[in-house]
């Protein structure tokens, strides 16, 4: 099946420091979409991408898509306390049974005040 | 108005037992996708029901079915449940099936623990 890879894991960064995960997969996608989950919650949309090099700012949040559409970015500017939790992306293929949403291992970001 | 509604927020079985997991989707939304989250993964898609029918079913064994009802609401059913079954059961509503690009929106989850 589909795999999607998340890396880091793990991110712990001072506040006012920018924070970025990355998403990669084997395979082309047909869109990405990126969810929050804070601690003890559940996933949160973020926002989709489409477009092969499609780029979409949500305030400190930047968002990309590559150009082959196999990868995908998470840009934070600045992080905020409020950023706190664990980013994944989630990808749908291209074709046939790939076309379930498959989910990353996600990239838990911790901020320190 | 409403968010995804599911029940019970928590649940404890034992072994062997059978468990429903219910979730309720947004008004208008008429796609329902299942998802099981093991602590420290990624949610992992399960089942995805669109207007009544089964659209797409992930790796999981037999054990797991689910159905979705004429007010789209659904159902997750587990049989002879497993210690390793034990984890947070997240429902998604969304207005199409996840292959038309429609982003989705979770409930709260069940957690399941199985003792």
């Known amino acids: 099946g589909q795999q999607v890879m998340q890396i880091p894991q793990y991110q712990h960064v001072q506040e006012g420091e920018d924070f970025t995960t990355y998403c990669n997969s084997s395979?082309?996608?047909?869109?990405i979409q990126w969810y929050k989950q804070r601690p003890g919650g559940h996933p949160v949309f973020l926002i989709q991408?489409?477009?092969?090099?499609e780029v979409k700012k949500q305030k400190r949040l930047t968002f990309q898509f590559g150009e082959a559409k196999k990868n995908s970015s998470l840009h934070i500017t600045a992080t905020q306390t409020t950023d706190v939790g664990t980013y994944f992306c989630a990808a749908t293929g291209s074709s046939g049974s790939a076309r379930q949403l498959t989910f990353g291992s996600g990239t838990q970001l911790t901020v320190l005040p | 108005d409403a968010g995804v509604t599911q029940s019970p927020t928590h649940l404890i079985k034992t072994r062997g037992q059978h468990v429903t997991l219910r979730c309720s989707p947004i008004s208008g939304h008429k796609s329902v996708s299942w998802y099981q989250q093991v602590l420290g993964q990624g949610p992992q898609f399960i089942f995805q029901y669109y207007e009544k029918e089964e659209r797409g079913r992930g790796n999981f064994p037999d054990r797991f079915s689910a159905r979705q009802f004429p007010n789209y609401s659904s159902e997750l059913n587990v049989n002879a449940l497993l210690l390793g079954d034990s984890a947070l059961y997240l429902c998604a509503s969304s207005l199409a099936y996840a292959g038309a690009n429609y982003e989705q929106y979770f409930g709260p989850g069940t957690r399941l623990t199985v003792t």
């Open positions: 991408l489409v477009k092969s090099g």
């Open positions: 395979t082309t996608l047909s869109n």
